[in-house]
């Protein structure tokens, strides 16, 4: 099985390394394409992958990755459309760019997948939302989340809820990477290094995080259990409600699922 990779930035490289360090596909099967020579020397000294500059060279890939941002889908779509048979696997993983999108931008059906990956896939610990168009097999699909597995966790979902997707897990290492940094200033103002004030909170949220997952107790459930009568967390939390702090979490997904949606209708022609 070859696969090929449109684009080859960050997304495009964690998943070759998931394929690579996982041993699903060997270097030599895998090919990737990108506009700048320093790109792809980056990509083969880190992998020993196959390299290309041209998006057609990757194209003829049994799965092919675009990995390239949603504003350039059109010109790379345009590119490849009639070098992609009915055969061959297309797996999206741009925001805001639907199967039907995509679909016509290669005037024809073809097997598409469309995925919602997110950063922490660099370290091996993403989740990826996947649907898939209706030609597109168990055994196809199935293909795909293997490759997609290699450097986290899949959800299998219907599109319709893919923008909600972007919002609550493919954008939110933003709000989370933000909280950590609140969290460590917080604590160099109480006079921790900074060092470990970063290590003191990331800490934090990777074990909260693997509480809510490893226990299945309500994460209300988790918080109350931290929060003893007259003691300190309470306080804490007391004082977070009182700033908005869920009602903020909640306006910034919602912008952002609004803006992943605005970006999925047509946009008028100029």
């Known amino acids: ?3 090929g990779f449109i684009g080859c930035g960050n997304m495009a490289s964690a998943i070759i390394g998931g394929i690579l360090r996982d041993g699903l596909v060997p270097a030599n099967e895998i090919i990737a394409s990108a506009l700048h020579e320093e790109t792809l ?16 060279n990757a194209a003829m890939a049994d799965i092919i990755f675009l990995a390239v941002k949603p504003q350039f889908y059109d010109e790379v779509i345009h590119e490849i459309r009639d070098c992609v048979t009915e ?5 999206s993983i741009a925001p805001g760019k639907s199967i039907a999108a995509v679909t016509e931008s290669f005037g024809r059906e073809i097997k598409l997948i469309r995925a919602m990956p997110n950063t922490p896939a660099m370290i091996g610990a993403g989740v990826t939302a996947v649907c898939s168009s209706s030609n597109v097999t ?4 199935g293909a795909v989340l293997r490759l997609l597995q290699a450097c986290g966790t899949t959800e299998v979902m219907p599109e319709r809820l893919l923008d909600a997707v972007v919002a609550v897990s493919g954008s939110s290492p933003a709000y989370v990477f933000m909280m950590i940094e609140a969290m460590a200033d917080g604590a160099v103002r109480d006079g921790i290094p900074r060092t470990q004030a970063y290590r003191l909170a990331a800490q934090a949220v990777l074990g909260s ?3 809510v997952l490893e226990t299945g107790k309500h994460p209300g459930e988790l ?16 004082a977070l409600e009182a700033s908005g702090f869920r009602s ?5 997904m919602k912008a ?6 605005a970006m999925s209708r047509p946009q008028p022609q100029r």
């Open 87 to 91: 055969h061959q696997l297309v797996v």
């Open 248 to 252: 903020a979490i909640l306006d910034g």
């Open 1 to 3: 099985m070859k696969v």
């Open 223 to 238: 918080k109350d259990m931290v929060c003893s009568p007259a003691g300190t967390t309470i306080e804490a939390v007391a």
């Open 138 to 141: 168990e055994k196809e699909q």
């Open 41 to 56: 020397a980056r990509a083969s000294a880190a992998f020993g992958i196959q390299t290309t500059l041209y998006n057609r």
């Open 209 to 211: 995080a693997k509480m």
């Open 256 to 261: 952002c699922s609004d803006r992943t949606a």
